[in-house]
Every structure is written in structure tokens, then in C-alpha cells.
């Protein structure tokens, strides 16, 4: 099936440094991703959806200048957390969209100290 | 705006005695509700997709259902690696967006 490869899978960063994650799809292009963002114990939130590209659609009350996405190529796409601070601390997972349907990836934690 | 309530959410049950979780909806036109099943700090897992109200599909101990209000994802005779948080997630045909909108999840704990 789709395969959806996500990386890094933990990063621990200082308060005010940007951190990139980066979404793959290995076996097949996708021009529309997702990004999530999960809390413990709470659902996955979309925070905004990247098109291959063109400028990505945020979620209402998501910073655009803060979570800067870039989906460049029709297997990439990239979060960047800018100016971290440790309330940003969270699971963030991508998704695409597959043939055979959403595949997700396996998440990155990031903790901000 | 869709919304997709699950229940309950938190369930134990003991090495093979079976059940089902719920996942009621409203969405304005469905165009496929979606199960998935999410470990402790891993990305969802696909299991399921449905389309219409009556389908059905099955996955070794796992048997999803789907009607015009709700889905139920019933589990036959479960082992402890069963144990998960189980996720639904609908699409609806609203906007061209396509995205799915989650439930918070069950979390099932199967003791051996």
C-alpha cells in the first residue's frame, strides 16, 4: 500500500529556533498533504492542507507566518515551525492523499525547551 | 460543519469477549467514513473505508459497519495486541477541500 515516510520522528529544540518536518510519499505523487497537529488524549486537528505547487490552506486560527508549509514537489512537502516556544510542543503527522485513500505518517514529536 | 462523536471513550475488555465501538456523524453529503487505528506515538493506521449507508467490510477480528447516522466497529474475539486508540474520521462534501474531519477516539485496552 501508500507509504507515507515522516521525518524526524522526535526533535528537541530551543525556545526561538525554527524546526523543519518533512512529509514523503514513497511510492506515489501527491499533490495535496495535510498536516495535523494532536494533543494527548485529543483528536487530530488539521492545521492546513499543502498543494504541490501553490501557497498551502490554513486551518482558522492557525499563524501562517508561524507553521510556514512548502510542498515543492509532487512527493515533498514541508512543515517549519518558526520562532518556536514550548506551548508549540506537540505531535504534528502528515497525510496525502493515496490511491486507495489517506495514508498518514508516522508523526513527529517536538518538544521546545 | 461535519462532526463525528465516538463512544465510548475508553473501553477494557478481557482477552476474547467482543464489542463495539460507535461513531456517530452529521455531515453534509458523506463521501466516505474512514477507521483508523493509532498506537501510542505512531501515525494513523488505515483500516477502513465506507461509502454508503448498509456496506460493510471485514479486517481479520475487526468488522466495520456504517449507516446513514453512524458506524460501529465491532471487534470479535480480541487479543491484547489489539489494544489501540481507534479512530473515525468522515469526509464530507462540503467545500472542495478534501479533508477529514476526526472523532476523539477510543481507546480500547485488551487484558490478556
Known amino acids: 500500500g501508500a507509504v507515507v515516510s515522516q521525518h524526524p520522528s522526535r526533535v528537541i529544540c530551543k525556545s526561538g529556533t525554527s524546526v523543519k518536518i518533512e512529509c514523503r510519499s514513497l511510492d506515489f505523487q501527491a499533490t495535496t498533504m495535510f498536516w495535523y497537529r494532536q494533543f494527548p488524549k485529543q483528536s487530530l486537528m488539521l492545521m492546513a492542507t499543502s498543494n504541490e505547487g501553490s501557497k498551502a490552506t490554513y486551518e482558522q486560527g492557525v499563524e501562517k507566518d508561524k507553521f510556514l508549509i512548502n510542498h515543492a514537489s509532487l512527493t515533498l512537502s514541508t512543515l517549519t515551525v518558526t520562532s518556536a516556544h514550548p506551548e508549540d510542543s506537540s505531535f504534528y503527522i502528515c497525510s496525502a492523499q493515496a490511491p486507495e485513500g489517506y495514508t498518514f505518517g508516522s508523526g513527529t514529536r517536538l518538544t521546545v525547551v | 460543519e461535519d462532526q463525528v462523536t465516538q463512544s465510548p471513550e475508553a473501553l477494557r475488555l478481557q482477552e476474547g469477549e467482543s464489542s463495539s465501538l460507535n461513531c456517530s456523524y452529521t455531515v453534509s453529503g458523506l463521501r466516505g467514513l474512514f477507521w483508523y487505528r493509532q498506537d501510542p506515538g505512531k501515525g494513523p493506521e488505515f483500516l477502513f473505508t465506507l461509502y454508503s449507508a448498509g456496506e460493510e467490510k471485514e479486517k481479520e477480528r475487526l468488522k466495520a459497519t456504517l449507516t446513514k447516522k453512524e458506524s460501529f466497529l465491532h471487534i470479535t474475539a480480541p487479543k491484547p495486541e489489539d489494544s489501540a486508540t481507534y479512530l473515525c474520521?468522515?469526509?464530507?462534501?462540503?467545500?472542495?477541500?478534501?479533508?477529514?474531519?476526526f472523532g476523539k477516539g477510543t481507546l480500547l485496552t485488551v487484558n490478556p
Open positions: 474520521a468522515v469526509l464530507g462534501g462540503g467545500g472542495s477541500n478534501y479533508k477529514l474531519t
